[in-house]
């Protein structure tokens, strides 16, 4: 990792040495949090995404032990197995230092330490880190249930921002084309979040017409409109305490995103048939395939809305931009369906790894996780092989010839023709379904028919 980009825990009883480490590092690193007291060390690890611990051997504190930094380094082992650990230690403990190496600390400094060498030490060990062991899952919920893979250099930037802003309640933008993870994404935040154990509800916002999104999103009372035969709570309401997932943002009308202002200024939502306004708390995620220049443009979204919900923007990149981590999730994806489908374990021959490398994936992760599934399904050996691997794009999909062309049935016919003009308009589904001549609704409905 570059020092730069490090996020550091200094844990020392000594005012003065967690003065002294600050100034030396505050220009040095991301972010230097200080502690005195070493039992709030699982908090702080908690909240922060720490690369790196330089952690006293001796505390004041009631155990008196004399070797308390070896107690410490367990308990930060045992949260932590992957961080970093410096012992800071006085010359006449030294053996004692020696013992925490064995421990599982990863280096000790002496007080009164040279600067430019602990420096150096922290920048050598961040650099080991950052080598072979790297991490490929890097975001992962706090139960662990929602995890999103990658090892390329896209994605470890990615992974960096995530595990800053995770624990904030920064309202997050998420962007991308279709298949590349937001959904998977906004939970991996909130289960990375202080908000993990209250609810995370998700509403497609872009399939709302204008009377459906208000009672959806902010609930009805019984008799507000012909079809209200008892009260509703909205999606505000039930997200409370937690994580409400607007996908698709960029397709709502003016006058929803005039109404979805009101509510995020004033922090309260309003029933449909009631002027009682109910106090809401949540923490907002907001995901769309519109690129971010499309938003910009006041005809279409305002401006104001835009700030609102875009405290911090994480960019998805397309899997063609990071094609490292295709070995990586199609292995994943293997083991997933061949459990799924009772399969033995499966392999991929090195040409199957090379064909699935040097595809395009216009439906991204998604299409390579559709390959896989029906690779696993079909394959007559456990070892993958190239012709095993089927892609449902538009270049392999569309016919040869005229003669090809009388074969294909009218439902491929119409699958075809729906990938090919979403990927003309780079997954915005309000122009693709403008051009086919159907609504958003009827367009997602032929979606869901072809598992697209």
């Known amino acids: 990792m570059i020092l730069k980009k490090a996020t550091i825990l200094v844990v020392d009883d000594d005012t003065d040495v ?16 200080t502690e005195k007291n070493p039992e709030n060390i699982n908090s702080l690890l908690t909240r922060n995404q720490v690369d790196l611990v330089l952690l006293d051997m001796n505390f004041n504190s009631a155990m008196n032990t004399g070797n308390e930094g070896i107690y410490w380094l367990r308990k930060v082992k045992d949260w932590r197995p992957n961080v970093c650990v410096i012992m800071i230690t006085a010359y006449g403990d030294i053996d004692l230092a020696v013992r925490s190496l064995k421990e599982g600390a990863n280096d000790f400094v002496v007080k009164p330490w040279h600067n430019e060498k602990l420096i ?43 595990n800053k802003i995770a624990p904030t309640d920064a309202n997050i933008l998420i962007l991308g084309e279709n298949g590349t993870g937001k959904d998977l994404m906004a939970k991996a935040i909130h289960e990375r979040s202080l908000r993990a154990n209250k609810p995370f509800v998700k509403v497609d916002v872009g399939a709302l017409t204008d009377t459906l999104f208000e009672s959806e999103l902010f609930g009805h009372k019984k008799g507000a409109f012909t079809d209200a035969r008892e009260d509703r709570m909205g999606r505000f309401e039930e997200a409370e305490g937690g994580t409400l ?145 089927i892609f449902s794009s538009l270049e392999t999909a569309k016919p040869q010839n005229a003669e090809d062309a009388d074969n294909v049935p009218l439902s491929e016919m119409e699958k075809n023709a729906i990938l090919r003009v979403i990927d003309k308009h780079s997954g915005n589904i309000t122009r693709a379904a403008k051009e086919l001549g159907l609504t958003r609704t009827a367009l997602y409905r032929r979606l869901n028919k072809y598992d697209i």
Request: glycine share 4%; hydrophobic share 40%.
């Open 18 to 33: 967690l003065t002294a480490v600050k100034l030396l590092l505050k220009t040095e690193v991301h972010e230097i949090i």
């Open 120 to 162: 150096e030490t922290i920048r050598d060990l961040l650099d080991k880190q950052e080598g072979p062991k790297r991490p490929k899952v890097a975001v992962k919920g706090s139960a662990g249930s929602t995890s999103i893979l990658g090892e390329s250099d896209v994605m470890q930037d990615i992974f960096y921002k995530v």
């Open 245 to 389: 997932f607007l996908d698709e943002i960029g397709n709502i009308s003016l006058l929803q995103q005039a109404k979805l202002l009101t509510v995020l200024q004033n922090r309260q939502v309003t029933r449909l048939g009631t002027n009682k306004a109910v106090d809401i708390n949540i923490r907002l995620i907001c995901a769309t395939n519109v690129p971010l220049q499309e938003l910009a443009n006041e005809n279409k979204f305002r401006k104001d809305l835009i700030y609102r919900i875009n405290t911090v923007e994480i960019t998805m990149p397309p899997l063609r931009r990071r094609h490292t981590d295709v070995p990586l999730l199609a292995r994943h994806f293997a083991k997933v369906y061949a459990t799924k489908y009772l399969k033995p374990n499966v392999e991929f021959s090195a040409a199957a790894l090379q064909k699935l490398q040097q595809y395009g994936y216009p439906g991204n992760i998604r299409e390579l996780q559709y390959t896989i599934e029906r690779a696993v399904i079909m394959a007559e050996d456990a070892t993958l092989q190239p012709d095993d691997l």
